[in-house]
């Protein structure tokens, strides 16, 4: 079974540009996790989907950030404009619904490096 | 709001000696538990979790948790390490039935030959 896919995997870009990361759930699973990783501040929730809808954004950063999911297959986070404090790693991630089937599966991580 | 606390950073264990990783959990309701393995340039890995069924949960590579409702915490542990255990480890909550996982801080586990 395909996981969570994320893309791009690496990405350097010059502060002021505007970045894209991209997210496929796992078929299937109706919520969908934006977190981002850092050494300082840990692994932080974002945002997060249920059915394509934006459940909860209090944890996007600025209104720099934005994220949309326009289908069940694909979710987008993007960074406009981009400041090397944005420099992270983004993960993607994707559940079923609360219950015992509930557990978050990741993707690889997007690595953004602003300069 | 539900929240972990994981103790300790980084924790230094010898190959072939007893793991144990701590978290310490605050849920206002019945929680479901979860702890993560971060390898290298890797994403998240589910090691084991709890969800109000027995209080021991098994994981994968020889993990194992207990749930302590009296102590509030959900300690991973392993009776031997092994120099592949190297990597991040995270504990987790969320309320059950409630839709967000919130994670601790991460601990850093070190394998010394």
């Known amino acids: 079974d395909a996981g969570v896919i994320q893309s791009p995997r690496h990405e350097v870009t010059e502060m002021g540009q505007e970045v894209t990361l991209r997210c496929k759930p796992i078929?299937?699973?109706?919520?969908l996790f934006w977190y981002r990783q850092t050494m300082m501040r840990g692994l932080e929730l974002l945002i997060y989907?249920?059915?394509?809808?934006?459940?909860?954004d209090s944890g996007m950063p600025e209104d720099r950030f934005s994220a949309k999911m326009p289908n069940a297959s694909f979710s987008t986070l993007k960074i406009q404009p981009s400041e090397p404090r944005d420099s992270a790693v983004y993960f993607c991630a994707s559940s079923f619904p609360p219950g015992q089937r509930h557990t978050i599966y990741f993707g690889e991580g997007s690595w953004l490096t602003v300069v | 709001a539900q929240s972990v606390t994981q103790l300790g950073s980084h924790v230094s264990v010898s190959e072939g000696a007893l793991v144990l990783l701590r978290c310490n959990y605050s849920?206002?309701?019945?929680?479901?538990l979860f702890w993560y393995v971060q390898y290298p340039n890797q994403g998240l890995q589910l090691l084991l979790k709890y969800t109000s069924a027995a209080t021991l949960v098994k994981g994968i590579n020889g993990f194992e948790a207990e749930f302590k409702k009296s102590e509030t915490s959900f300690h991973l542990t392993k009776p031997s390490a092994h120099m592949s255990d190297a990597a991040e480890y995270f504990c987790a909550v969320s309320d059950s039935g409630y839709d967000k996982i919130i994670f601790g801080k991460g601990t850093r586990l070190h394998i010394l030959p």
């Open positions: 989907f249920n059915n394509n809808v934006p459940i909860d």
């Open positions: 849920s206002s309701v019945p929680p479901y």
């Open positions: 078929s299937g699973h109706d919520y």
